[in-house]
């Protein structure tokens, strides 16, 4: 069992480079099936999701070179089998995109029900619903979702029922080389959605209208191989926003998208930070007060639900009562009872809470109980008085390049251990 030991109290100084986009990675991957050739992948984080993805790949009969520390080369001409293995699809919940991709090109696909983050029920009925429209037949059995078209894939108008980026990735990968037109509408608009699409087209795919409610796409009979650089990850970047925030530190983060960090920057400013930004860096900063504030998730353009337990952390430091809806996830305020340790009050109903802010955060063992949870502890204990203890740290890894040595560089007390065995374990 490894976890994080955290010193809290020094504010975070000095400059972090933001990674690429984990959830345009775990979509890009996939999608290089869709080449049946080369792809050159640029810019893709160091983290145990995209391993997991490189895995999957390999086990299909991909052929995979590290070319760099962050560039992968991706040769999927070889691969012929169209089943997910069980045991790595379920390693992470991207896993559905090998779905879109293996139908897109060989006309069927199994994969498990996938794995990942708890945050509640986690339906596909709308990528199914997408499949379906497109010609193909589904069916779930013993966790394992197929589907296949016999008679090819033809394109077709989708209406989501509700906005999903998963559902919106996976009709794209599995439209663009279905026979005619497909409109998808009201469509997810996360820049990891128009990324994806910008790495199709330079794949050969013809997909427009990505960011916005509508996406058009003209079926291609082929796509080619290519070189492409992921975006950077909003998500990583607005984490080391608020740990500059919550630490009262004063931090440049670099290799960002200034833009695709405005939902966030306008909520770190009303709770009292200064954000300045650059052409591809933020600087954050804070030195009176943090604010309470209301804040709402929903999909981008609105503020995104995987920065809603890290907001939480920091309105637990604010001078008065904070209220966070959440819009997405029925379920995504599993991990309060950990920051309750921390000596905050935290109330919940259904999906509000609300926090009373403290002056000091108490350290505390704490749990990552989900990937942007786990980052909401790792911020929390940044700004305690003393020492705490993160455990089940492998969440953070999933989605965190060097988290680690990214926070030392800032002057973060943080380090990584393994915690030693008990003693039962150990006579064992
Ligand atoms: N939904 C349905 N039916 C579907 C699909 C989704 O009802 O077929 C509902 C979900 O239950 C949820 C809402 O639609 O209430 C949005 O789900 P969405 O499909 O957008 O989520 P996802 O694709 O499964 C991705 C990210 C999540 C992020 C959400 C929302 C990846 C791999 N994951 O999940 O990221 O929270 O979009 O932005 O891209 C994270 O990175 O920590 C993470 C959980």
């Given at each position: 069992m490894e976890k994080f030991v955290i010193r809290g109290g020094n504010p975070l100084m000095g400059e972090v480079v933001v990674s690429g986009a984990k959830n345009a990675a775990v979509a890009i991957l996939p999608a290089?099936?869709?080449?049946?050739g080369k792809c050159v992948i640029e810019?893709?984080?160091?983290i145990s999701d995209v391993t997991a993805s490189v895995d999957i790949l390999s086990a299909m009969g991909a052929q995979v070179r590290l070319l760099n520390k962050h560039t992968l080369e991706v040769d999927t001409s070889h691969i012929t089998g169209t089943v997910v293995p069980d045991e790595l699809s379920r390693?992470?919940?991207?896993?559905?995109?090998f779905l879109g991709a293996l139908l897109g090109r060989f006309g069927q696909a199994t994969v498990a029900m996938p794995g990942g983050c708890n945050l509640g029920p986690r339906p596909i009925d709308q990528h199914l619903k997408a499949f379906t429209a497109f010609g193909a037949k589904d069916s779930v059995e013993g966790g394992m979702i197929d589907v296949r078209a016999e008679n090819g894939l033809r394109g077709e108008e989708v209406f989501f029922d509700t906005v999903t980026v998963g559902a919106t990735i996976n009709a794209m990968l599995a439209a663009v080389m279905a026979e005619g037109t497909t409109v998808l509408e009201n469509v997810a608009k996360e820049p990891h959605i128009v990324d994806v699409a910008n790495f199709l087209n330079t794949m050969g795919a013809d997909v427009r209208?990505?960011?916005?409610d509508v996406i058009k796409i003209r079926g291609v009979k082929k796509m080619h191989g290519c070189t492409y650089s992921i975006i950077p990850d909003q998500i990583e970047a607005g984490s080391y926003m608020v740990a500059a925030a919550i630490t009262g530190g004063n931090v440049l983060i670099q290799n960002v998208i200034p833009k695709h960090l405005e939902p966030i920057t306008s909520k770190l400013e009303k709770a009292g930070a200064t954000v300045e930004e650059f052409d591809d860096s933020v600087r954050v900063s804070r030195q009176g007060d943090i604010e309470p504030l209301n804040i709402k998730t929903m999909p981008?353009?609105?503020?995104?639900t995987d920065m809603q337990p890290l907001m939480t952390a920091l309105l637990c430091l604010a001078k008065g009562t904070s209220i966070i809806t959440e819009?997405?996830?029925?379920?995504?305020?599993?991990y309060v009872d950990e920051l309750s340790r921390m000596g905050v009050n935290i109330q919940v109903a259904g999906r509000v809470a609300v926090i009373e802010g403290v002056h000091h955060l108490r350290p505390a063992p704490l749990r990552a109980t989900d990937l942007r949870a786990g980052a909401a502890m790792v911020m929390a204990a940044l700004a305690a008085d003393g020492v705490s203890e993160i455990s089940e740290i492998g969440h953070i890894e999933r989605g965190y390049e060097d988290i680690v040595g990214k926070l030392q560089g800032l002057g973060a007390d943080i380090r990584r251990v393994s915690k030693p065995e008990t003693l039962l374990r150990k006579a064992l």
């Open positions: 290089t099936i869709l080449a049946k810019n893709l984080p160091n390693q992470m919940r991207a896993s559905y995109y209208g990505a960011g916005t981008h353009p609105g503020f995104p819009g997405i996830w029925e379920n995504r305020f599993r």
